[in-house]
């Protein structure tokens, strides 16, 4: 079981940034890992993901262009960099990770993730 330790939720203004960081506490050999978020009253939404082993990432329509994941290995850490943020992206933003590379089809279905972080709010306001 891998822990996931979210930070770097708050409250800002539309059109501001955020950065969340999640630290993972362990390794697998392969993994996928990134973001879901739930919004007060709505279902959880996958937000986006990084795959084992390369770069390569997956958005949601909804943020595409706007959010950007990346991962610091010597860290064992993901970030997730919000930019032009609007009130609609408020929401608790999960760090999700499982210990395989999920195929493509699959990725945005929560059920697919083993490990869940705690959550942190997000808040934007206009």
């Known amino acids: 079981q891998v822990q996931l330790a979210e930070s770097g939720g708050g409250s800002v203004q539309a059109g501001g940034s955020l950065r969340l960081s999640c630290a993972a506490s362990?390794?697998?050999?392969?993994?996928?890992m990134g973001w879901f978020r739930q919004a007060p009253g709505k279902e959880r939404e996958f937000v986006g993901v990084?795959?084992?082993?390369?770069?390569?990432?997956h958005y949601a329509d909804s943020v595409k262009g706007r959010f950007t994941i990346s991962r610091d290995n010597a860290e064992n850490t993901m970030y997730l960099q919000m930019t032009s943020l609007k009130p609609e992206d408020t929401a608790v933003y999960y760090c999700?990770?499982?210990?395989?590379?999920?195929?493509?089809?699959?990725?945005?279905?929560?059920?697919?993730?083993?490990?869940w972080g705690q959550g942190t709010q997000v808040t934007v306001s206009s």
């Open positions: 999700v990770y499982d210990n395989s590379r999920i195929i493509l089809s699959a990725l945005r279905l929560g059920d697919q993730y083993d490990n």
């Open positions: 362990g390794r697998t050999a392969s993994w996928t």
């Open positions: 990084m795959r084992c082993c390369g770069t390569s990432t």
